[in-house]
């Protein structure tokens, strides 16, 4: 009789711990919302993504991804904090604690998933490496073999550098690489002349496009060397954030596909008999609890910064890229949303 008293004793234990650790916020969550602040990690400056505008305030699709989060967790899209950040700063940062999550074009690999005490929620924005030239100066260059025994300007602490010299030895071809650390020093490099071409996404080959005037001068080539699915990251072993963090992806992605918007989320939520819909909005369902949130967790972040298609059309679409990759599954695109239940 005692054994089976203290079993059941154990038992009863054992169900407290998980459900009391259930109900509690993890480390970042509960950091979040005692500073009343979200701090996010982006980039020191690159177009579409995240850049100071004239006013000095970030703007960009992976902004708009912490002024999302920053509506969920804590009621306003304006409680971010922003700490830009080079590619060689970035991963130091996170790891380190200054910043919550990074939020910077950064590639989703199996090395910084598994070995850098980080993780990432999901894809964000799919993209490939890409080449640009001067035509003026290289006229004859047209495809990557033209720019063989060429000079290559890339950043350093990148996967475009490793890239480079892994398509190179795969190709049989030489380049000469010339690193800089920044991608804006990168840029003005090539920009002086200081390589034949210039090699990073393709999203930022358009990023520094748009910005120049003789725009016309320069040739993108057709290659795309390589796979880069960009997204945000937070440190390992923090699941409840994970989560908020995946699911604020899918919640945007899914209200592109449900045909909520900034506009219409409220009358949405108020009159939609869609059980997606009702349950997205919070009408419904409890998706927010699951997540440590409110009801109107999605609604807040919709009201902030639209849905994904929104973000894209207002932040990417005038880099001149097309939606490709990044429109949703329904439309030709990788974009699929877990179902909301």
């Excluded at 890239?163 to 991608?183: H, I, M, S």
């Excluded at 807040?300 to 990759?325: F, W």
Aim: hydrophobic share 40%.
């Amino acid at each position: 009789m005692p054994i089976t008293k203290n079993i059941a004793r154990s038992l009863a234990a054992l169900t407290l711990g998980v459900t009391a650790g259930t109900a509690l916020a993890g480390p970042t969550l509960d950091a979040i919302n005692k500073r009343g602040t979200l701090v996010c990690g982006v980039h020191t400056g690159l177009t579409g993504f995240s850049a100071p505008d004239r006013n000095g305030k970030y703007a960009g699709i992976d902004v708009d991804y912490c002024k999302a989060l920053a509506a969920a967790i804590l009621g306003s899209p304006d409680k971010v904090k922003y700490v830009p950040l080079t590619a060689q700063q970035r991963f130091t940062a996170l790891q380190s604690g200054e910043i919550d999550l990074l939020s910077r074009n950064t590639t989703w690999n199996s090395k910084r998933d598994t070995t850098m005490g980080s993780v990432f929620p999901g894809v964000w924005f799919f993209d490939g490496q890409a080449f640009v030239v001067n035509s003026k100066k290289n006229p004859k260059v047209r495809k990557l073999a033209d720019l063989n025994k060429a000079s290559v300007c890339v950043e350093t602490g990148t996967t475009t550098e490793r890239n480079l010299a892994d398509y190179a030895r795969a190709n049989k071809l030489t380049f000469k690489p010339v690193v800089f650390e920044g991608q804006e020093a990168t840029e003005k490099a090539f920009q002086s002349g200081r390589c034949d071409a210039y090699t990073t996404d393709s999203s930022g080959i358009a990023a520094m496009l748009v910005n120049l005037p003789s725009r016309a001068d320069y040739t993108v080539l057709p290659e795309i060397i390589s796979k880069e699915p960009l997204g945000p990251m937070l440190r390992r072993n923090d699941q409840e954030f994970f989560a908020i963090m995946r699911w604020m992806i899918f919640a945007l992605q899914q209200a592109e596909e449900s045909g909520v918007t900034q506009a219409n989320v409220l009358q949405m939520k108020a009159e939609s008999k869609d059980p997606t819909i009702q349950r997205l909005t919070g009408a419904s369902g409890e998706v927010g609890k699951g997540l440590g949130l409110d009801a109107d967790w999605a609604v807040r972040a919709i009201q902030a910064v639209g849905n994904y298609g929104e973000s894209y059309d207002r932040n990417i679409k005038p880099l001149g890229l097309t939606r490709g990759m990044n429109a949703l599954w329904n439309k030709g695109g990788l974009m699929y949303p877990m179902p909301l239940d």
